[in-house]
Structures are given as C-alpha cells and as structure tokens.
C-alpha cells in the first residue's frame, strides 16, 4: 500500500527518483511497470495492473456520453507508462510536466492503491485547502462509517 510522503527532485532530464518503498510495491507486485496520467493539480502514478483495472472499467462505459468521453480525453489519453530504470527512476514526459506545472522539488503523496506527484507549491497549497476544512471532511468519514 502507498502510503506517506516525501520530497524529491527532478533531475534535469526530468526523471524522477522514485522511493525505495514505493518500488518494493511494485516488485513485490510482479509488475514493476508505473502508468502516469493527469488529474485536476498534479500526476498520478497507477501500478500497471491498478491502472489497467480502471482503463477496463472505463472501457465498458458510453462512447458517445459527453461526460465519459470528457473523462476519456483527460485522464484516459495523458496515460503513459513507464518503467524505473536501474537507478530507481521514471523518466516523466515533458507534456505531463507542464500539464502538472512541475519544477525542481516534487512531493510524492501515497494514496494506498496509488500515489500523486505533486509541484511543492501545488502540494502546500493544496494541503491548506483540504486542512481547512478537514472537520467536514472527517465528519463525512465519520458518516461513512470511517
């Protein structure tokens, strides 16, 4: 499960070290392979059997509803995979680069079947906002049974 957080770098080629925990996953998995896809403010990276579960999914649904195809176009078409080089790295694409506004220092966040590859002010200020109303959101949890 992916869970924690921890800043790191991009390097100039834009590859991105990824944590030793977070490939133990993936080994331990049997598919070492990452999809990185678009979300609303930053990437996020599926392990391939995660990620080709969604893609199933999302393959059964309309081809003509505007919506389905709206999901299709950003989340489904920014997928790419990648595999860690041997020093533990994925080489992360310049269009998801900028579509993620991502610089120099990078936050990844464990999002358990998951994680997120956030710009460090991109993340901060995403924090501040889910802080601040991190009461509704726990008593939501609470309804939920959580």
């Known amino acids: 499960m992916f869970t924690g957080w921890s800043i790191h770098a991009?390097?100039?080629k834009g590859r991105l070290a990824i944590p030793a925990r977070f490939r133990d996953l993936l080994r331990d998995s049997g598919d070492e392979r990452l999809v990185l896809t678009t979300s609303e403010r930053c990437l996020v990276a599926y392990p391939y059997p995660e990620w080709s579960a969604i893609a199933e999914k999302v393959s059964r649904l309309s081809r003509v509803d505007p919506k389905v195809l709206a999901?299709?176009?950003y989340?489904?078409?920014?997928a790419t995979e990648c595999l860690c080089d041997k020093q533990g790295r994925v080489l992360i694409p310049q269009p998801l680069r900028e579509l993620?506004?991502?610089n120099d220092q990078i936050y990844l966040a464990g999002m358990q079947h998951n994680f997120e590859i956030w710009?460090?002010?991109r993340w901060f200020t995403e924090r501040?906002?889910?802080?601040?109303d991190f009461g509704n959101l726990s008593s939501t949890m609470a309804d939920l049974g959580i």
Do not use: H, N, T
């Open 71 to 73: 999901f299709r176009r």
């Open 119 to 121: 710009d460090k002010d």
């Open 100 to 102: 993620a506004a991502l």
């Open 10 to 12: 991009l390097d100039a």
């Open 128 to 132: 501040e906002r889910i802080g601040a």
């Open 75 to 78: 989340f489904i078409s920014g």
